[in-house]
């Protein structure tokens, strides 16, 4: 079978290549800007080209057809009105990474399953997606465009180790704080519940629904089983540096007012994500795709991400402007307290 990824080298999709790579029942291509071409599996297929033009993206794909569309990088309705316009009639199915930050939350339920309502009122990022969902379902309801909808939720690699509180480059500032002995912002009381998956077992879940005629016209969401508190997160990562943790908690209300000023968005990542506890019920996954589980669970799935972080220095992203906030916040609060 053939299938083309829009994207194909981030966190989510890379591992799903190198799967699919290793399996001679596909044959698998990338449309893409070629900025990774040196890290995707020989016999991947390549594209080159911007998608967002799509009059290029037209012609490069002219008389190619499909048994999956894979789109990772679909952010806004204008872009999954453009896919639908390219592979109307070139696929028999069209794969959509939506967001489980879509969920409306806090549910009714703190257990989430497909039919959770979907509503995020505190950030946008979450809106599109929710937008982009209802123009593909609309179509295949319609028209019967074949699409299949998939909600991931935290989805880590090697690359990337996952936080509740970080600044806008990334993870490895909190990581360089954790090894200086500085204390470390959690939201909240740090004992919501939050779920952490690997990629290379995200991979096994998504696969599973490729060219999977019960998948078509659904939504799944793909998460591990392993359910952790967000003291238990960065513990864990603390346990795997070999240092002491020292957790400094704060309120995403506080966070979002005292964050919004410098860029950051709180509001959106914690109060309308991870502050809220979720417990993910994959059963419908589970019944369409029976060999999902939890091969990596967070302990191991740490360890491999900080050795391959602390041994690559381009990993090593400083931000000395969100070092600078952190220290600025806590002096702040242990301040009010002797006021009081």
Known sequence: MKALFIGGTGTIS?????KL???PAWE???????????????????????????AAAAKALEGMEFDVVGEFIGFTVDQVERDYRLFKGKTKQYI???????????????????????????WEYSRNKIECEEFLMKKYREEGFPVTIVRPSHTYDERNVPLGVHGKKGFYQVIKRMQEGKPVIIQGDGTSLWTVTFNKDFAVGYT??????????????????ETLTWNQIYQTIADALGVELKAYHVSSDYLSAVGDKYGFDFEGSLTGDKSVSVVFDNRKLKRAVPEMKTTVPFHLGVRIALDYVLS???CQV??????????KVIAAIEESKKSI
């Not at 400083?318 to 220290?327: G, I, K, T």
């Open 96 to 122: 959509y990474i939506s967001s489980a930050s879509a969920y409306n939350k806090p549910a009714a339920s703190y257990v989430i399953t497909e039919g959770t309502t979907l509503a995020n009122p505190h």
């Open 28 to 54: 698998v291509w990338l449309l893409n800007r070629g900025n990774r071409k040196g890290e995707v599996p020989e016999g991947v297929k390549q594209i080159i080209c911007d998608i967002s033009d799509e």
């Open 21 to 23: 790579a290793a399996d």
């Open 14 to 18: 890379m591992a799903i290549v190198k």
């Open 208 to 225: 599973g629904l490729m060219g999977n005629r019960h998948a078509i016209g659904e939504a799944f969401q793909i998460t591990g089983d």
């Open 318 to 327: 400083e931000d000395p402007e969100f070092d600078q906030w952190c220290d």
């Open 312 to 314: 690559h220095p381009e």
